[in-house]
């Protein structure tokens, strides 16, 4: 883990940039709608819980380093990436980011588990379960990371 992590000491302005500025439209794209950052076109029936917060937080810097990793370096590389890895670790990201929304959303407002569970069930039984939507999403976007970070420092071979 620590050797992935190493290698974005190596990063050039341009990756950092890129990091810091898709971390940005990554946290606005998940914050205005769910109604974490208050705005006037999305709205919130249930308040936003303490932990919304590190959540969009947390996402936005995976979701930014992840973005900055298929930025090219303009060097010839040896390492030849696995193609089904770097797939595998698209799917996870994107799925990460998906799963962040509903993690942090209101659950009476979310039109999909409100079909599925009703008003009550939505209150009674999704919002409890969105702390662990929360990790997961965290989680499978830092193996999505690992995944993109681990392809710069090895070799296929």
């Known amino acids: 883990m620590w050797s992935a992590c190493a290698s974005m000491t190596t990063w050039s302005r341009t990756r950092w940039l890129v990091a810091v500025l898709g971390g940005l439209i ?7 709608p769910t ?3 208050p705005n006037p076109v999305f709205g919130r029936s ?3 819980t303490w932990w ?3 959540v969009v937080v947390v996402t936005a810097i995976l979701g930014g380093l992840l973005v900055a990793t298929y930025v090219r370096t303009g060097e010839p590389s040896a390492a030849v990436p696995n193609e089904d890895e770097i797939d595998g670790a698209t799917k996870l990201g994107m799925a990460g980011t998906l799963v962040t929304f509903f993690a942090v959303g209101c659950p009476v407002c979310n039109k999909l588990i409100l079909l599925a569970l009703g008003a009550s069930g939505a209150v009674t ?5 969105q702390p662990f ?3 997961a999403s965290v ?3 830092a193996v999505a990371l690992r995944i993109r970070l681990r392809n710069e420092t090895s070799c296929s071979i």
Do not use: K, N, Q, T
Not at 26 to 32: S, T, Y
Not at 125 to 129: G, L, M, N, R, S
């Open 125 to 129: 039984w999704f919002a409890p379960f």
């Open 133 to 135: 939507l929360a990790v």
């Open 139 to 141: 989680a499978l976007m």
């Open 26 to 32: 990554i946290a606005v794209l998940v914050a205005l």
């Open 35 to 37: 109604a974490v950052i």
């Open 46 to 48: 249930i308040a936003v």
């Open 52 to 54: 919304s917060y590190p």
